[in-house]
């Protein structure tokens, strides 16, 4: 019924930058606070950044000054700009959405499928 699709990963050398499109599709009214996480190699999920419809955006501290947010409601559609990539940045990036069902006007919170970024020389 919703769907949301990450790109825009790949491979990339320390210091170099990237940037993750996440998309949401289907039946929608409305789409509110998006996130992104990241899972690395043999760690636990990380909330990397959230952003609200209205713009507000925050960030992990392992990020901040490196990672931007940036959403185009009319597409439904958040980014992730990643800059000065250091190899710890290494993960599946996810994409998560708080997502308001046109068809049955329920709430729901649809996970994107993952995107893997990996920083390496």
């Known amino acids: 019924q919703v769907q949301l699709v990450e790109s825009g990963g790949g491979l990339v050398q320390p210091g170099g930058s990237l940037r993750l499109s996440c998309t949401a599709s289907g039946s929608i009214s409305r789409v509110d606070n998006m996130r992104w996480y990241r899972q690395a190699p043999g760690k636990e999920r990380e909330l990397v950044t959230f952003?609200?419809?209205?713009?507000?955006?925050n960030y992990a501290d392992s990020v901040k000054g490196r990672f931007t947010t940036s959403r185009d409601n009319a597409r439904n559609t958040v980014y992730l700009q990643m800059t000065s990539l250091k190899p710890e940045d290494t993960a599946v990036y996810f994409c998560?959405?708080?997502?308001?069902?046109?068809?049955?006007?329920?709430?729901?919170?649809?996970w994107g499928q993952g995107t893997l970024v990996t920083v390496s020389s």
């Open positions: 998560n959405a708080d997502v308001l069902v046109a068809t049955t006007r329920r709430w729901l919170k649809v």
């Open positions: 952003s609200t419809n209205g713009g507000t955006t």
